[in-house]
């Protein structure tokens, strides 16, 4: 076999590391409340659509409520995260004004928004905010691409690509996502998926 095709297959054939083998590893350090901020109104909306729309691209999230009786349809999104290198805000779409920057932020064009699992997201937006999503790219694929044939997750990807173990809750996963008042744990667990996506869209260079 010649060394290319040698390189080749080390190429195709890479492993996702399992959950023994990332949970043995450090933590990857989470963004703090400081760094987080809860969007629920037009004026706070407006601010944030300032800081965005001058990055290159968005760490980006859903959340919804979860749903729990057979058939029963979610009105989600509840929340959105879009988060640069350096923070990260959580947006409440309940309120009009703030669901409708929300749209416009998503429907921005010329900034990439990275994340993992988005083909849910995508359709629960276009249903609730009206707006097909821009520059959607799902982190997934490009691990797909580059020779890793299970689907990676933000865990995987951290693990992978910084030798460090993301932390999430189960408890803030399965929360109330539409409650009017969001719990601390509640943003720290949205906002840092969307700051573990754009982190991994810079370690892939993808910039």
């Known amino acids: 076999m010649?060394?290319?095709?040698t390189m080749q297959n080390?190429?195709?054939?890479?492993?996702t590391p399992d959950k023994e083998a990332i949970a043995l590893l450090p933590t990857f350090e989470r963004l703090g409340l400081d760094r987080i901020t809860l969007v629920s109104t037009?004026?706070?909306?407006?601010r944030a659509y300032d800081q965005l729309v001058v990055a290159r691209a968005w760490g980006f999230d859903t959340e919804s409520k979860p749903t729990f009786k057979v058939?029963?349809?979610?009105?989600?999104?509840?929340?959105?995260?879009?988060?640069?290198a350096e923070r990260a805000w959580v947006?409440?779409?309940?309120?009009?004004?703030?669901?409708?920057?929300?749209?416009?932020?998503?429907?921005?064009?010329?900034?990439?928004?990275a994340g993992f699992?988005?083909?849910?997201?995508?359709?629960?937006?276009?249903?609730?905010?009206?707006?097909?999503?821009?520059?959607?790219?799902?982190?997934?694929?490009?691990?797909?691409?580059?020779?890793?044939?299970k689907d990676m997750g933000v865990k995987g990807a951290v693990a992978v690509l910084f030798n460090q173990r993301f932390m999430k809750s189960k408890k803030a996963a399965t929360?109330?996502?539409?409650?009017?008042?969001?719990?601390?744990?509640?943003?720290?667990?949205a906002a840092n998926d969307a700051y573990a996506a754009i982190r991994v869209w810079?370690?892939?260079g993808l910039g």
């Open 175 to 189: 929360s109330n996502w539409a409650n009017a008042r969001l719990s601390e744990s509640q943003l720290v667990y």
């Open 71 to 84: 058939g029963e349809q979610s009105d989600g999104p509840h929340i959105l995260q879009l988060a640069t």
């Open 42 to 46: 037009g004026a706070q909306a407006g």
């Open 117 to 149: 699992g988005l083909g849910d997201d995508r359709k629960r937006i276009i249903h609730k905010l009206g707006v097909e999503p821009q520059g959607i790219l799902e982190l997934n694929t490009v691990f797909h691409q580059r020779g890793y044939r």
């Open 2 to 5: 010649s060394t290319s095709q």
């Open 202 to 204: 810079q370690a892939l």
């Open 91 to 113: 947006f409440q779409l309940h309120e009009p004004e703030c669901r409708a920057v929300a749209a416009d932020l998503l429907a921005f064009k010329g900034i990439a928004k």
């Open 10 to 15: 080390q190429t195709t054939h890479r492993a």
